[in-house]
């Protein structure tokens, strides 16, 4: 059977054996055997599990089992039949074994022995071939559409927020340039400054950091929208959670307070998480076996307080704890630890802190509220003491903060001030205070990046382990 119809190893390793005649292809993991038999395992990634093959050497040429090697690519016919062996049920007894694509075991990197996930990085192109990266691929497909079946679930549209973007107001860090002007000879003005009327979009354009502004256009239309697209940010920190190129989930309401805001991320996040468990049991026990054996090196002090599982577990039957930022920096000034960036009211909280309350106060996920407005983006709701906003900020173990959001500034008046008092060019957003001119209610939203969920999920300790091609300073390979 070819196509759609084929069955994968998936498959097979659920049916039971009877002897039936059937033919599987995948990629050689490993070969080894006597002086009778071969075992190959075959891993076509639909499972982390591989299906063991089993060669009478007597049945197959010499040349033929030469080629078969790990990284090569073969296809076997035989009969399905219950393994004599531990650790399957079932196996492939070969018949007729055809190497579609050698693989020079001299040259192929991913040999049987244990790789850095440093080195297979810069093997990208190959990592996918791994268990712990096709453990990841399958849990990142299966949180991507755990998110649209939630959404879809609960009548929210997606909406698709363009990459592409002419305003410079986002207010969410540096951003890439996009030009088609020769670098080495702009078009200048009279003052030398670059003419950027003369470049494809008549002024200067970027790649969107969010796709806020637009959901929140769309969400006061059709009350409850979510984009998921890729969001760009040139800043230049090499930390184990930031990406040049993420890809972000944003939802937006109408009719919805910062309550309903916390209410909503936090049912979503226990959803995700509870379907990951339920979906990909596999996998996260494949990972978490990883983790213990990487982390049985470290000193008992410095391993995970708890396994994968347990840590996912925790987040779906705990309730997040919800304080102002306020509540927050007090906790911190009153927990006589030594930062490294030490804690005043009016500081943007570093991971260390948000960790910290996560991990040590609360032991439990939080959510932060009502930040000093000077912290945070223009559109925010202001509250009545004019010094805070409306903010939230969900924040988890390991991670720090994995989702932003908060109860959009509604009023035309409050928000054109603050435009003003930020100095942002407010001819680049006329579309948007519109909206505030024009019917307009009480709104939220937030924004969740996908790839540090997925670093949650898979209790990978690097985001450019999450991502299939990591975009980050001085790398673009791939
Ligand atoms: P941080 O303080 O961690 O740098 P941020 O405050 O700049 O994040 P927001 O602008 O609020 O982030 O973006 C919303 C969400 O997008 C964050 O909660 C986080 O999950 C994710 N995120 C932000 N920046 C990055 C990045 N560079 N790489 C990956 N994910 C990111
Ligand atoms: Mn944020």
């Keep these: 059977m070819t196509g759609l119809n084929r069955q994968r190893i998936a498959d097979w390793l659920q049916t039971e054996a009877k002897e039936q ?64 062996g531990s650790g399957q049920a079932v196996e492939l007894l070969a018949e007729k074994m055809e190497v579609l694509g050698e693989a020079d075991p001299e040259k192929f990197p991913l040999q049987k022995k244990k790789h850095s996930l440093e080195f297979l990085r810069e093997i990208a192109h ?37 990459i592409l973007t002419g305003s410079d107001a986002e207010g969410a860090g ?80 109408a ?100 960790r910290y309350l996560v991990e040590k106060h609360f032991k439990k996920p939080v959510i932060l509220t009502n930040y000093p407005k000077e912290i945070k983006a223009f559109y925010m709701k202001q509250d009545e003491d004019g010094k805070t906003v409306r903010a939230m900020d969900v924040l988890f173990p390991g991670i720090g903060e994995i989702i932003g959001g908060s109860q959009r500034e509604e009023s035309y008046e409050k928000l054109s001030t603050r435009i003003d008092e930020l100095g942002i060019h407010r001819d680049s957003l006329w579309w948007y205070l519109e909206t505030r001119q024009f019917g307009t209610v009480q709104h939220s939203g937030f924004g969740l990046g996908f790839e540090r969920l997925v670093l949650f999920v898979t209790g990978m300790s690097n985001i450019r382990d999450v991502i299939p091609f990591p975009r980050t300073p001085k790398n673009l390979e791939f």
């Design 126 to 162: 190959l990592r996918p071939r791994t268990n712990t990266f096709g453990a990841i691929l399958r849990i990142r497909h299966a949180l991507a559409f755990a998110i649209h079946k939630y959404f879809n679930d609960r009548h929210f549209y997606y909406v698709h927020a363009p």
């Design 21 to 84: 005649t059937i033919s599987v292809s995948g990629w050689v993991r490993t070969k080894r055997g006597n002086k009778e038999l071969a075992f190959i395992a075959i891993n076509d990634g639909s499972t982390i599990h591989s299906l063991q093959v089993v060669a009478e050497l007597n049945r197959f040429s010499d040349d033929l089992l030469k080629t078969v090697q790990t990284g090569c690519s073969i296809e076997v016919h035989g009969k399905l039949v219950a393994s004599q």
């Design 255 to 354: 009719f919805f307070d910062l309550n309903d805001n916390m209410d909503l991320a936090e049912d979503f996040l226990k959803y995700l998480i509870r379907y990951a468990l339920e979906n990909c049991a596999d996998d996260l026990a494949f990972l978490e076996k990883r983790q213990l054996e990487e982390e049985s090196q470290l000193k008992k002090e410095e391993r995970s307080a708890m396994s994968l599982t347990d840590k996912l577990k925790f987040v779906v039957e705990n309730e997040f704890e919800r304080l102002t930022y306020t509540i927050a920096v007090s906790i911190l000034e009153k927990s006589g630890k030594k930062f490294e960036f030490p804690v005043k009211w009016g500081i943007d909280l570093q991971s260390e802190h948000e």
């Design 174 to 253: 540096e951003m890439f340039r996009v030009s088609v002007l020769d670098p080495a000879n702009p078009p200048r003005k009279e003052d030398q400054s670059v003419d950027f009327s003369q470049d494809f979009f008549g002024k200067e354009a970027n790649l969107t950091v969010s796709g806020q502004l637009e959901a929140e256009l769309a969400a006061l239309a059709l009350s409850r929208v979510y984009t998921f697209g890729p969001t760009f940010r040139a800043e230049n920190s090499n930390t184990a959670r930031h990406l040049a190129e993420f890809w972000m989930i944003e939802p937006e309401m």
